[in-house]
């Protein structure tokens, strides 16, 4: 019999990497896999059905926090209850055999599921949420008890790199022992890109691109990145590719930019995420990718996001700030660069106008190097093996 799987997360899945790969992984082992996420505002909520039979059901559930009088906030409370209620009967309905929660935010429908459904749980810890950059005491000290609280109820428990393992090893104990699934990237055949990134930023095809890619948060050093670009020396600009609460901060500092430093191109340009499939094609185009987090919180100090396997796996070398696991995988491949420890917009600057030609060229092999030996099919070989065990 195929056994089911269901996944809960608290977003649209859409542009969710991890999620989606993870899904399809298991769909090409032979299971039965159902996605059960938010709907945004005005997003169809009926039923979508991807490659490989995934399935994904999304709910309405408001992702804002509450805010106003105590009536207000009684109220988006309400309809959060409500939300959560959606998103319960939307995972009975799929029969799982095993819950998988991605992220601290659905744990408590899995022990809600363990208890009522009688199905397994897999706990998908994608970050260390009690030292996220952006978590405050109180949230920090709520997440904490929503781990302390819902450890029962997790047969087994994924991670994102070893450090991060290390650490629930030992701030809660009565977790499962981790399973690290890296956010690594199919490994793709060599791409011929098509000057679509170049256009969308309206730049001629000689400027050379510092991308970044991905949420335009706060915490992520993008403020001094925009401050960089002032100071790049022709052939090179800037080009942030997402969305995110900086979003306007960082277009009126391009526009100001723009005015200030007489050029044929803008040094600073900010443009629309990509679809997820076609983001290689897009990422292609850069000539660096920057991952210029800054220490704020274990969780960044530890981290190892998508796009340090996004940008390698486009043939596209990384400069990332100076932390353990990212330095990990970075100096073992030869993939990129170090920022110093204590980067400015001005060193920031110097270091990329110095890269020569052939730097990028041992760079840009290593990419390829990572994306042979550090790719998904390896990495998804961790999660299926995590299900045949709790399957058998």
Request: glycine content about 6%; overall charge positive; charged content about 20%.
């Given at each position: 019999m195929v056994a089911n799987i269901c996944s809960v997360v608290l977003n649209s899945v859409s542009s969710?990497?991890?999620?989606?790969?993870?899904a399809h992984a298991l769909a090409r082992a032979g299971?039965?896999?159902?996605?059960v996420g938010v709907a945004e505002p005005g997003q169809d909520q009926s039923r979508e059905v991807l490659a490989n039979g995934v399935t994904i059901r999304r709910c309405a559930y408001p992702l804002s926090a509450p805010h106003g009088g105590a009536a207000r906030r009684l109220t988006a409370l309400g309809r959060k209850a409500r939300g959560m209620l959606a998103m319960f009967q939307a995972i009975r309905r799929?029969?799982?055999r095993i819950l998988h929660c991605h992220d601290v935010y659905t744990l408590p429908l899995g022990a809600a599921a363990r208890g009522l459904?009688?199905?397994?749980?897999?706990?998908?810890a994608h970050e260390i949420y009690e030292e996220a950059a952006d978590a405050g005491p109180a949230q920090a000290r709520r997440f904490g008890r929503i781990h302390r609280a819902c450890a029962w109820a997790c047969d087994g428990f994924v991670t994102i790199n070893p450090s991060i393992a290390a650490w629930y090893a030992e701030n809660h104990p009565r977790l499962p022992p981790a399973v690290v699934v890296m956010n690594a990237a199919p490994a793709l055949p060599a791409i011929r890109y098509?000057?679509?990134l170049h256009r969308a930023a309206g730049l001629p095809p000689e400027v050379k691109i510092l991308l970044f890619q991905g949420g335009l948060k706060a915490m992520r050093g993008l403020e001094e990145v925009a401050a960089a670009a002032g100071h790049l020396p022709p052939?090179?600009?800037?080009?942030?590719?997402?969305?995110g609460e900086l979003r306007e901060p960082l277009a009126r500092t391009a526009r100001d930019l723009a005015k200030k430093i007489g050029r044929p191109h803008p040094p600073l340009t900010l443009i629309p995420p990509a679809p997820l499939a076609e983001l290689p094609l897009w990422t292609a185009g850069a000539a660096v990718g920057l991952?210029?987090?800054?220490?704020?919180?274990?969780?960044?100090?530890?981290?190892?996001?998508?796009?340090?396997?996004e940008y390698p796996s486009a043939g596209v070398p990384v400069l990332a700030s100076p932390f353990p696991e990212m330095m990990k995988l970075i100096q073992a491949h030869g993939f990129g660069?170090?920022?110093?420890?204590?980067?400015?917009?001005?060193?920031?600057?110097?270091?990329?106008?110095?890269?020569?030609?052939?730097d990028l060229d041992r760079a840009r092999e290593g990419c390829g190097r990572l994306m042979a030996q550090e790719n998904w099919a390896k990495q998804e070989q961790h999660l299926l093996g995590l299900y045949q065990r709790l399957l058998a």
């Open positions: 969710d990497t991890r999620v989606l790969k993870q299971r039965q896999v159902t996605i799929a029969r799982p459904l009688s199905c397994r749980v897999v706990y998908d098509d000057g679509r052939p090179w600009a800037v080009v942030m590719m997402g969305h991952i210029p987090y800054l220490k704020r919180g274990l969780n960044h100090w530890y981290c190892t996001p998508n796009k340090l396997w660069w170090a920022l110093a420890p204590d980067w400015k917009a001005e060193s920031l600057a110097a270091q990329v106008a110095g890269l020569r030609p052939q």
